[in-house]
């Protein structure tokens, strides 16, 4: 299972990115699918999460401008980020939990990360 995540980019203060991880490989179900942040010198943190229910929960810091989606049938997940602020620059990493099999455990698997920078 591989998980690619796109999207980041060099932005302005104010601006908007969406990113994109797709999973690929031998799956039978997605269930958690989140997405994190590094920051440099930071440690990695989440910052939104969605349940394979429709749940959706996010850090305080982007609450409001921040909104994960999730497609399944693209084994897909997706983060809208509006009203970029400076302080959200960072490497993006999504997350996903996978079964391969319909008798397998979760795994988690990690994307390769995608950088966002916002400059002031």
């Known amino acids: 299972v591989q998980l690619q995540a796109s999207g980041g980019g060099l932005v302005q203060a104010g601006g908007s990115l969406r990113l994109s991880c797709t999973a690929s490989?031998?799956?039978?179900?997605?269930?958690?699918m989140d997405w994190y942040r590094q920051a440099p010198g930071k440690q990695r943190e989440l910052v939104a999460h969605?349940?394979?229910?429709?749940?959706?929960d996010y850090a305080e810091s982007v609450k409001g401008r921040f909104t994960i989606s999730r497609e399944d049938a693209k084994k897909s997940v997706y983060l809208q980020i509006n009203s970029l602020k400076p302080g959200d620059t960072a490497v993006y990493y999504c997350?996903?939990?996978?079964?391969?099999?319909?008798?397998?455990?979760?795994?988690?698997?990690w994307g390769q990360g995608t950088l966002v920078t916002v400059s002031s």
């Open positions: 997350r996903m939990g996978v079964r391969r099999t319909i008798t397998a455990y979760a795994t988690t698997y």
């Open positions: 490989g031998d799956i039978f179900g997605i269930y958690d």
């Open positions: 969605t349940t394979s229910y429709g749940n959706r």
